[in-house]
């Protein structure tokens, strides 16, 4: 992958947009496939979603005043617990089809690389099997944002409660307490980014190398460093299209009343959404050779071609005494 390799190296922001583009169009009939059967179906869960807590939390401007608060203090209970389950349901679903979607995309595009015989039924042969690998890579992502969380939670209670008792001497202590409170909000909050920018390549190494879960973290960290640029311009601009989305079906819902005029709006945004879904993917998996490239990793096409033999199980590799015994014999 020598000719590859150099290609990547030159490869800007918008070299990037193009190679994932190029991808795609090249190879509409699979990346389709996978958009129709593991992308769209999470994108449309995600709006159904929405549609279903907005009509949850906003009244229903049809029923009287008077109707509508004589019913709330019985349906209020037995409305969020409905809520929050559906919201359970819905985070615990689209975490398995967000993995799968990624498991299939990475898969196939690091295939289109190495030249290999790619088809639908071979890459949902294949996804079950690097599925696992990347949950437990979430996991370990979960668990380190889920202690950021409490860690900055304890830490705001401990400060605040330092600065009340300081306040019992003097205003100037309390009047400081909005802003120690924006400054401990403001670093998890960056951790946390940072931690999600590293997840996405993380899930990328999980698939195409022989490591995942914590080591996967640590690979994508040290993989980051020296194209932390490029990666948090894709990442910024991959959830502000993300949020124009999510505000623009917001908008456009306001004032629709009927199931069908619903119905079809969120087949729209949920195909709009599949789309960027598709192309946040790719552009992943092109970021990641560019970063091998950067560190001067060599990304041998035979090796990652036996590496993805693996999961479909046509290719049984050498025991490490039998690769060190060939290795002294050259």
Request: net charge positive; glycine share 6%.
């Amino acid at each position: 992958m020598d000719g590859e390799e150099k290609k990547f190296q030159f490869l800007g922001f918008f070299g990037i947009l193009k190679e994932a583009y190029n991808i795609i169009t090249s190879h509409r009939k699979i990346f389709s496939q996978i958009t129709l059967s593991v992308i769209l179906p999470l994108s449309l869960i995600y709006f159904v979603q929405k549609e279903i807590s907005f009509g949850k939390i906003i009244p229903d401007k049809n029923v009287p005043d008077d109707a509508q608060m004589g019913s709330q203090k019985y349906s209020n209970t037995s409305d969020m617990l409905f809520l929050w389950l559906f919201r359970i349901a819905f985070f615990i679903f689209s975490i398995i089809l967000f993995l799968f979607s990624t498991s299939a995309v990475v898969y196939t595009v690091a295939c289109i690389y190495t030249e290999k015989e790619i088809t639908y039924k071979k890459v949902m042969k294949v996804v079950p099997k690097v599925w696992k690998r990347l949950m437990i890579t979430f996991l370990w992502n979960f668990g380190i944002t889920f202690g950021i969380i409490m860690g900055a939670s304890l830490l705001i209670i401990i400060v605040i409660t330092v600065l009340l008792v300081s306040g019992t001497l003097g205003q100037s202590a309390t009047a400081g307490i909005p802003v120690a409170i924006i400054v401990l909000l403001i670093i998890p909050l960056l951790g946390i980014a940072y931690l999600s920018l590293v997840w996405q390549l993380a899930n990328v190494i999980s698939v195409l190398e022989d490591v995942y879960g914590i080591q996967a973290l640590r690979n994508s960290k040290n993989l980051i460093k020296g194209n932390t640029g490029v990666c948090v311009a894709f990442f910024l601009t991959y959830n502000v299209c993300y949020l124009g989305i999510d505000q623009g079906f917001k908008a456009s819902a306001v004032g629709v009343d009927s199931v069908w005029g619903k119905i079809l709006l969120v087949c729209l945004w949920s195909m709009i959404m599949s789309m960027l879904s598709l192309f946040g993917l790719v552009i992943q998996t092109i970021i990641y050779f560019i970063c091998k490239s950067y560190h001067n990793e060599n990304i041998d096409k035979s090796s990652l071609s036996n590496h993805l033999e693996v999961y479909s199980n046509r290719y049984v590799p050498l025991d490490t005494k039998e690769v060190h015994m060939q290795d002294s014999m050259v």
